[in-house]
């Protein structure tokens, strides 16, 4: 049973274009959660998403990022027009309930550069 | 002032070492997490609780919520267990975690 599968594990990308970051959660989970970590500091909230549904977005950027889960396939973390400030590694985890008495399953991360 | 802290944020320890790593939260909270980052790598959760205490192999972990107050023990330290150790809650019906800044250990020979 594969665990939370995020790809790719390395992105680097030129300012102004677009990162598509892919998180495919655990089987049976349907609840899915991004977090960014930015160099030399801690986790932070992006968004918490069900199957076709944004749940929470608090910590979403007001521009440029947006993120989906639909029926079917991964969810996609998007970042159009990056810039240097995007580059971080973001994490993915899913559960299979809300507030799960499971904990969170997370991913590897991807890495994201741009230069 | 952040709503988890961790202590100490550096922390180094000689191969066999009892090893505690502290977490303070200011806000009510459902659960908190204990979660291990290797550099370069995913992050791996050890440990949820909302009470009293858990084991596991090495690792123990227990929470007072009337101190507001975790503890992660590593007993009889390895190399191994070097990677950054995160405290995270759910803060009050909150799904999504907030985490505290890490403390980063490196067992030696």
């Known amino acids: 049973n594969a665990g939370v599968m995020q790809n790719p594990r390395h992105l680097v990308r030129r300012r102004g274009q677009e990162a598509r970051l892919r998180c495919s959660p655990m089987?049976?989970?349907?609840?899915v959660y991004w977090y960014r970590q930015l160099p030399e500091e801690g986790l932070k909230f992006m968004v918490y998403l069900q199957k076709e549904n944004i749940i929470d977005e608090s910590g979403m950027p007001k521009e440029r990022f947006s993120a989906e889960f639909p029926k079917e396939g991964p969810s996609i973390l998007r970042i159009q027009q990056v810039v240097r400030g995007d580059s971080a590694a973001y994490f993915c985890a899913s559960s299979p309930v809300q507030r799960s008495n499971y904990g969170y399953t997370f991913g590897s991360g991807t890495r994201l550069t741009v230069v | 002032k952040n709503e988890v802290e961790q202590s100490p944020q550096n922390l180094t320890a000689q191969e066999g070492e009892f090893i505690t790593i502290n977490c303070s939260y200011s806000?009510?909270?459902?659960?908190l997490h204990w979660l291990q980052q290797h550099p370069g790598g995913g992050i791996v959760s050890l440990f949820m609780l909302s009470s009293g205490k858990k084991k596991h192999g090495r690792l123990i972990a227990t929470i007072n919520i009337q101190e507001k107050h975790s503890s992660l023990h590593i007993t009889a330290s390895h190399p191994r267990d070097s990677a950054v150790y995160i405290c995270a809650v759910n803060t009050g019906t909150a799904s999504k975690l907030t985490f505290g800044t890490g403390t980063r250990l490196q067992v030696t020979l």
């Open positions: 089987k049976g989970h349907s609840h």
């Open positions: 806000v009510g909270i459902s659960a």
